[in-house]
């Protein structure tokens, strides 16, 4: 009879518990547009200056790393990169890399660098969006490979990277519950990776991506302060919070009475240089009126407005199209000192054309799973791993 009343108790105490937890989710479309826009004033009621905005931020970090049990990092193991079948090209080269953001698990993606250069140069993060369809698929897209070889003729280092459970990421399957955590922390040790190289300028780090990419820019840049550009892609909302368990499947926007969206997020880089582009058929078309002036306002407190934009393109969607990749190669020609001259045409228009196209298993660190002795095979062990390596 105790036993079973244990039972009982046990059982409503997990109820409660995982009640409160899905209480304090901000998923999707968790609110219509103009109730986004009224939090947005909420939100803005809470500061009114440099100071009172700072301090807002210390909360809405809290409140993500809070979320996404990134209170405590775990210790950054060596990286033991592996790096196979270089392919060089007259303006840049792309080779396939895996490095260990957690001891055999392993971060999978193609560094591009230019084909000549001197000294330091700067270094772009680049996490691609949900594109699971196999015949367009992840970093392997085209245009994946369009912005990555264009940056690096431009002058930059550029890792883009499988998301969590795509591609060459094992062994945690993409819908991972801890898929923020996990995702964010691989995030980090791109940084980690990139400025391993030697070669890379700590002072100029920059982060695009698309969709879900744009999730992962956003929250790369609010934790990690060595970003110095972001340039979040067809995401930034204030009424959208994520539609996968990868970008809202913590509580990453809640944490008991505080709440916060992804434009406070993404405000939280401010007074830094950030791009948000837009387009007119998803969660980002009211971007000029709703969410812009208010990011606009939050980088006004430090006097840099300057140092905030809006790419707007109202008869576009949700992708990282042509003209998507134009705006951000001229933001960061302009804030990481690229050579936009390099793939500029006479006509002033940008050229990708000598992007050498490469089918998939040309960019697989392992196309015939010959994986490393110590690979992990368990992702239960990896959350260990994040838990146990304090
Ligand atoms: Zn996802």
Redo the contacts with the bound molecule.
């Keep these: 009879m105790k036993n079973k009343l244990l039972l009982i108790l046990c059982a409503i105490c997990f109820w409660n518990t995982s009640q409160s937890q899905i209480s304090e989710l901000r998923q999707g479309n968790f609110y219509t547009v103009a109730q986004g826009k009224v939090k947005l004033t909420e939100f803005a009621s809470t500061y009114k200056d440099q100071n009172s905005w700072t301090k807002r931020t210390e909360q809405i970090r809290a409140t993500i790393r809070h979320g996404a049990k990134l209170e405590d990092l775990p210790q950054r193991c060596a990286l033991n990169p592996i790096r196979n079948n270089k392919h060089t090209y007259a303006d840049y080269t792309v080779e396939n890399v895996a490095f260990e953001s957690l001891p055999g698990f392993y971060v999978t993606g193609n560094l591009y660098l230019p084909k000549n250069f001197n000294g330091k140069i700067a270094g772009v993060v680049s996490p691609h969006g ?1 594109w699971p369809n196999l015949a367009d698929y992840g970093r392997y897209r085209n245009d994946v490979q369009y912005r990555c070889a264009t940056l690096a003729k431009m002058g930059a280092a550029v890792f883009t990277y499988d ?1 969590l459970g795509y591609g060459e990421s094992i062994p945690c399957l ?1 819908e991972s519950p801890e ?1 923020v955590r996990l995702q964010t922390w691989n995030s980090m040790r791109v940084v980690d990776f990139l400025l391993s190289l030697g070669f890379v300028d700590e002072k100029r780090l920059a982060v695009t991506g698309e969709s ?1 990419g744009g999730t992962q820019s956003f929250l790369l840049a609010a934790l990690d302060d060595r970003i110095d550009v972001s340039v979040p892609v067809v995401m930034v909302a204030a009424n959208f919070f994520g539609g ?4 809202s499947g913590m509580p990453i926007h809640k944490w008991g009475n505080f709440e916060t969206n992804n434009l406070e997020i993404a405000a939280t880089f401010a007074p830094k240089p950030m791009l948000v582009i837009s387009d007119g058929d998803d969660w980002t078309s009211n971007t000029p009126e709703i969410e812009f002036p208010h990011l606009r306002s939050i980088y006004k407190l430090f006097g840099a407005e300057s140092n905030v934009e809006n790419t707007h393109l109202p008869y576009e969607v949700h992708d990282y199209g042509f003209n998507k990749r134009t705006a951000m190669y001229k933001f960061l020609a302009k804030h990481l000192d690229l050579n936009l001259k390099s793939v500029t045409d006479s006509h002033g228009l940008i050229n990708e054309r000598f992007t050498y196209l490469l089918e998939r298993p040309s960019l697989q660190v392992w196309p015939d799973k010959n994986y490393p002795k110590g690979i992990v095979s368990d992702c239960s062990d990896v959350i260990k791993k994040m838990n146990n390596s304090k």
């Design positions: 949900h998301m993409h898929a879900g996968c368990v990868c970008e």
